[in-house]
């Protein structure tokens, strides 16, 4: 019986070593597969396009920002300016797109995805020198409160902003920026464009004519 215990004992410490490193590694490969990480990085966005149509009819004006590597060393570029004519109304619409994806990817559609994820996203708006009459002021993004004619809602109905409506005032020139901000769990009532990360950030030249 003496020698059996011994046996027994050099066994349990030869082997128990063994036996805790596998069931550590068990436990974290279990804690990586059933805890989902909260996805709360930008978009990556290479071409931004807006399109300005006019509510009585007319040619859509559009214009385009690109930055072709994504994240990498080029700047973001814009091919505008945008010319509107005077004292018309018009519907903006944005659409958004992962170019560095090929079309087929689900990652390509940026519009589709911040449309779904609505509640976390929200577009703010800029302009100066009262290019126009409807929204007055000078947009949102110095202030959540200042007017902007949204024309869309999240799941919450809270603006989203890729439809807004626009009337131009009297000829002037000006600029309009556009800031996407990706707010998880911040987006509110009066979330300002301070809060979470920035999707997209672009200034175009605007013309009144």
Known sequence: MTLNLKKIQRFISFYMP???VF?????????DDDDPVKEDVPE?????????????????????????????????????P???EANKTYSMSISLINGLAQPSDPAY????????????????????NNVFSDPEGNGN?????????????DSNALPLGLETSWTTA?????????????QPDLKSATSGSSEGETDLDITFTIVIQ
Not at 109 to 128: A, K, Q, R
Not at 144 to 152: A, F, I, L, P
Request: glycine residues 10%.
């Open 23 to 31: 069931v550590a590694a068990f436990v974290l490969s279990g804690c």
């Open 82 to 84: 945008i010319n509107l």
């Open 44 to 80: 990556l966005i290479t071409t931004a396009t807006l399109a300005f149509t006019p509510q009585s009819g007319g040619n859509v004006v559009t214009v385009t920002a690109t930055d072709p590597d994504g994240e990498g060393i080029k700047g973001i570029e814009v091919d505008g």
């Open 170 to 182: 009297a000829a002037a020139t000006g600029e309009f920026r556009v800031l996407l901000k990706h």
């Open 141 to 153: 993004i110095d202030n959540r409160s200042d007017e902007v004619g949204y024309q869309d809602q």
């Open 18 to 20: 063994v036996v805790a």
């Open 109 to 128: 559609n940026i519009t589709e995805e911040v449309e779904e994820e609505g509640d976390e996203h929200m577009f703010y708006f800029s302009w100066t």
